[in-house]
């Protein structure tokens, strides 16, 4: 399969280029030689609400030529002053007893803790061909949920569904960025149908830092009361996320700050939780889903007070978290998460010793003896996978599908073709069908053919996101595969299984080492340690390819990216020079080690590992920095923690020698 | 302008605007699509392509810049860095640069190596790949 930008298309073609806001918050008139795409649903017409919002497109023979008209359309903007945040979200959470533990408690910490604006930034970015063909519109679009565009196209255009086809190409990474239905999705549709020719819009990686999905900017402010032995009693949280100008499709403005306070303290035994989750609007981009979502957020939160509760209580940070994790699972949290498997004190024992703690805790030891800032830290955590339609209706989202689904052909030739709901941008789905089937079926893997990411072919579904691949996919596939060895593979059997899949929670403990430069204040990781409890193991190769770009990615997100504003809005990181992500040198070899407690969710026991890695490096890199500073007096709560980060949190000290 | 050059040992020469890029010569022109554009910014190395022997981005340069050389694309690259990527999105970018090493006979390294963003991987399979293929 080609990637969006390199399908053939007919020597008519269109390229389009987008009109867009060049203003935080503006009212704009009519907009001469480009269409105005009237076909968006807009509250009020005419209204800019971020720097970077498309307002009109415009099309030519080259996409060189498009831009010109983009350039040469002559808006009348009229710039507004900001607007007062409006609160797009707010739910609170409230297990009872949270005052009487705090009042009663040995000591209560308190912290404020904050992610990063960031964005998912896929290699590839978005884009969208809309072809007419035969009364309808094939839209081909690099996304992750194919169905879902179907669906929101479709209705905001006002016509059925059959009318659009949703066809992926192969996808150049996702990664929760291509999981929305955006703009230039429904507009080009609109133009196609409005003119009957073939468009193509490839988006440039300005507007994809400017003007795609941006992610996290989540402050969460924490108390938690201890008791004398440092066991975690009683958290009274809350999370508040700037979401941007829009509420996105399909997951709302509720995603991030929801996700964030559902997770925080999840893996530990307190005894009462309490929060306050909140999404607040501005004149940025929409926030919207990045691996790990709000998940990351509060990870980092969570472990940073940990941290902070260990090093003020003289308490190592690994026996705190072996104090406080839940001693058995399957247990119900304060919070309301049913933890369906696993084992954590295993999960931290098991990461202590194949990370040598003890010899790690000599060699900081001696390091910091030689004036070094060395530092180890830990990141413990679980997180949700999969979240099915149950799960999001009960959640009041209804905009998600939720399920997951699969189909399987056997054709006249003794051929398995199957087709599901998902869409591939590189996790190996074909392959795990493949092998699925052989073990299965003892079919032959070269024997079976695998369809995704065409809405003629495949069952409806939710697409790809929130790590449900080996969860409800894989079991709406397994589901399948049972039917059809039950029909002794007859050809000509066709069997549909959807799945409306039981939210699972995967686990793990990560520890990271890191040094601070005391001269440029550059944080490196030097030694990465995972240990992942992701249920039963289906490809062992595959599942440690997600923990290790999941890491690489967690690693970037603590320690360099960051989406910065100037005061007038204006975004000030919109190229790869300024909005900093990690490279080969960046990333050492990330060790990989597992349990494998089987979820009792799924057939297979699979729990799902898209998001494992980079939740589990929000903890333990940002923890093992703040510990090579801690030495010098420096306390880090805001990511990234960069070179300028750590300078303003050295304060005073910073102007000292930097070697002793 | 007119702009004479040879591609992946073919020779080429046509009229082009001023303002083309390389990669948009070599990917809406020669129909070259194994050059990617990740970034049109120099940062990410997606586009990175050999001009005689030097790994350059060609994002960057303009077509008329290439004017007399000769440029090598992925395509035109006899080396397999076999199944360690993800999205592969960034595997020609690799791929031109590791023979850019192969020529240069320097070996591979996660500094050599910095020029390009991968965003799936974390990296170590693709310079275990690349340190394979060069020796």
């Known amino acids: 399969m080609p990637y969006l930008a390199d399908v053939e298309l007919p020597a008519e073609a269109l390229e389009v280029a987008f009109v867009r806001s060049p203003f935080a918050h503006a009212a704009f008139g009519a907009i001469p030689d480009a269409v105005a795409f009237s076909a968006w649903p807009r509250p009020q017409p005419g209204r800019a609400r971020y720097a970077g919002e498309p307002v009109a497109l415009c099309w030519a023979a080259t996409r060189a030529e498009a831009e010109d008209a983009a350039e040469a359309a002559e808006v009348e903007w009229e710039p507004l002053e900001p607007a007062a945040p409006t609160t797009f979200f707010e739910r609170t959470f409230d297990s009872g007893g949270v005052d009487e533990l705090l009042a009663g408690a040995a000591r209560v910490f308190e912290g404020e803790f904050t992610a990063a604006r960031q964005t998912p930034l896929p290699l590839e970015a978005r884009g969208v061909i809309a072809w007419p063909r035969d009364g309808r519109i094939e839209l081909w679009t690099s996304t992750q949920v194919p169905h879902v565009v179907r669906e929101h196209v479709a209705q905001t255009l006002g016509i059925e569904e059959d009318l659009i086809r949703v066809r992926v190409p192969e996808v150049g990474g996702g990664f929760g960025l291509k999981a929305h239905v955006f703009a230039e999705e429904v507009a080009l549709a609109a133009a196609a149908r409005a003119t009957g020719r073939v468009l193509r819009w490839v988006e440039d990686r300005t507007e994809n830092l400017l003007a795609s999905a941006h992610a996290h900017d989540t402050t969460v402010g924490l108390r938690l009361g201890v008791d004398a032995e440092g066991r975690f009693l009683a958290v009274d949280a809350e999370a508040s996320a700037d979401v941007g100008a829009y509420s996105l499709h399909p997951f709302t403005a509720s995603l991030e700050p929801a996700t964030c306070a559902q997770t925080l303290f999840a893996p530990y035994a307190v005894r009462a939780l309490r929060w306050r989750a909140r999404a607040l609007s501005s004149h940025r981009c929409p926030v919207g889903a990045y691996r790990g979502v709000g998940m990351d957020a509060a990870v980092h939160a969570t472990e940073r007070l940990v941290d902070e509760v260990a090093a003020g209580l003289g308490i190592d940070p690994l026996e705190l978290r072996l104090r406080n994790a839940h001693p058995v699972v399957p247990v119900t949290t304060a919070g309301g998460r049913a933890l369906d498997s696993g084992d954590y004190p295993r999960l931290l024992r098991d990461l202590a010793e194949r990370a040598g703690y003890e010899q790690l805790l000599r060699e900081r030891a001696e390091a910091r003896a030689q004036g070094r800032w060395f530092g180890i830290g830990i990141g413990f955590f679980n997180e949700h996978s999969g979240t099915g339609r149950s799960d999001y209706r009960r959640r009041g989202v209804t905009t998600i599908p939720g399920v997951d689904a699969a189909r399987i052909q056997v054709t006249e030739g003794g051929r398995l073709v199957i087709s599901t709901s998902a869409a591939e941008a590189g996790q190996g789905h074909a392959a795990t069908y493949r092998r699925l089937a052989a073990r299965e079926l003892g079919v032959l893997p070269e024997l079976v053919d695998v369809v995704e990411g065409d809405t003629d072919v495949a069952p409806f579904g939710s697409g790809t996101f929130a790590s449900r691949g080996a969860v409800g996919v894989t079991e709406a596939v397994v589901r399948c595969l049972r039917r059809v060895a039950a029909a002794d593979l007859a050809p000509g059997t066709d069997v549909v299984e959807t799945v409306d899949a039981t939210q699972i929670y995967p686990a793990g403990a990560h520890l990271a080492v890191a040094e601070v430069d005391p001269v440029s204040l550059v944080a490196r990781v030097t030694r990465y340690v995972a240990v992942e409890d992701v249920g039963t193991i289906l490809e062992p190769e595959l599942v440690d390819a997600q923990v290790r770009g999941g890491v690489a990615m967690g690693i970037g997100d603590v320690l360099l990216s960051e989406h910065v504003y100037s005061e007038d809005g204006q975004l000030r990181t919109a190229t790869l020079l300024d909005y900093l992500v990690p490279l080969a040198s960046d990333v050492p070899p990330v060790e990989i080690h597992h349990i494998e407690s089987p979820s009792p969710h799924t057939t297979l026991g699979s729990k799902g590992v898209g998001e494992a890695g980079t939740v589990g490096a929000f903890g333990a890199v940002s923890n093992a920095v703040a510990d090579a500073v801690r030495s010098q007096g420096a306390k880090l709560t805001r990511l990234p923690y960069s070179p300028a980060r750590i300078y303003e949190a050295l304060g005073e000290k910073k102007m000292a020698p930097p070697r002793g | ?135």
């Open chain 2, 1 to 135: 302008m007119n702009l004479a050059l040879t591609v992946n040992g073919q020779a080429w020469s046509g009229e082009v605007e001023p303002r083309l890029s390389l990669a948009d010569l070599l990917r809406e022109r020669l129909r070259l699509t194994g050059t990617h554009l990740g970034c049109e910014q120099g940062p990410c190395g997606a586009c990175t392509v050999l001009l005689d022997d030097e790994a350059v981005r060609s994002c960057l340069l303009l077509a008329v810049q290439a004017d007399g050389h000769a440029v090598t694309t992925a395509e035109g690259v006899d080396l397999d860095l076999g199944p360690v990527f993800q999205c592969g999105f960034c595997r020609p970018g690799f791929t031109v640069t590791a023979e850019a090493l192969r020529r240069a006979g320097l070996p591979a390294s996660e500094e050599a190596l910095s020029g390009n963003i991968c965003r799936c991987t974390g990296y170590g399979p693709i310079v275990d790949a690349v340190r394979r293929c060069l020796t």
